[in-house]
């Protein structure tokens, strides 16, 4: 079976920039993470999803937004890029949102330049 | 706040040596706690996982953890360590239902 997928793997944006990551959650899961990773840093929460719904939101501004869609897969946007948010964007799946572990995609890495 | 601390941010050890990295979470309540690991060029995997029962875990590769609630802490351990368990090591908490809380993680490296 497949796990998380997520694209695209690598990206290089500017300053002021739009991007969009994408995540596929493993077969039968309805419940879609995002998590920042930081060099040097464990991954922080910024988004779960759980059936088409946001479900909890992280200590992020307002210009990372995120969906979730019928067939449970997510988009992650980020508006007006900072150097800051150069870090590896994970995405994890789990069956449901409020129990049980969280298994991940290999993630985004995103460069700001 | 809630948080999960790990004591260790570098760690090296021979083949067969024993292993324990500390974790910590600041939180009074019910929580769940996880370890992850991640090898060079892979995503992150579960090792162990503790929800509730027996505070003495056993995962997978011969690792264990042991939840100790008066401390607040979470410690892995391994009794014999092996090159191929050269990775990077992340405590996690869910203090709430929907949410959670990673450590800086520990890099182990183990020497053949």
């Known amino acids: 079976d497949a796990g998380v997928t997520q694209s695209p793997t690598h990206l290089i944006k500017t300053r002021g920039q739009q991007v969009t990551l994408r995540c596929s959650p493993i077969?039968?899961?309805?419940?879609v993470s995002w998590y920042q990773q930081v060099l040097g840093q464990g991954p922080q929460f910024i988004f779960q999803?759980?059936?088409?719904?946001?479900?909890g939101r992280g200590n992020f501004p307002d210009r990372f937004s995120a969906r979730q869609f019928p067939n449970y897969s997510s988009e992650l946007n980020v508006n007006a890029l900072l150097l800051g948010d150069s870090a590896l964007y994970l995405c994890?799946?789990?069956?449901?949102?409020?129990?049980?572990?969280?298994?991940f995609g290999e993630g985004s890495r995103l460069t700001v330049l | 706040a809630q948080s999960v601390s790990q004591h260790n941010h570098h760690v090296i050890l021979s083949e067969a040596a024993s292993l324990e990295l500390g974790c910590n979470y600041s939180?009074?309540?019910?929580?769940?706690l996880f370890w992850y690991v991640q090898y060079p060029g892979q995503h992150l995997q579960l090792l162990l996982k503790y929800f509730s029962g027996d505070p003495l875990v056993k995962g997978i590769k011969g690792f264990e953890a042991e939840f100790i609630k008066s401390k607040f802490s979470f410690n892995l351990r391994k009794p014999s360590v092996q090159w191929s368990d050269t990775a990077e090591y992340f405590c996690a908490c869910r203090f709430s239902f929907n949410k959670f809380y990673f450590g800086s993680g520990t890099k182990l490296n183990v020497k053949p």
């Open positions: 999803y759980y059936e088409k719904e946001e479900r």
């Open positions: 939180y009074g309540g019910t929580v769940n």
């Open positions: 994890a799946s789990s069956l449901t949102g409020t129990t049980g572990e969280l298994f």
């Open positions: 077969s039968g899961h309805k419940s």
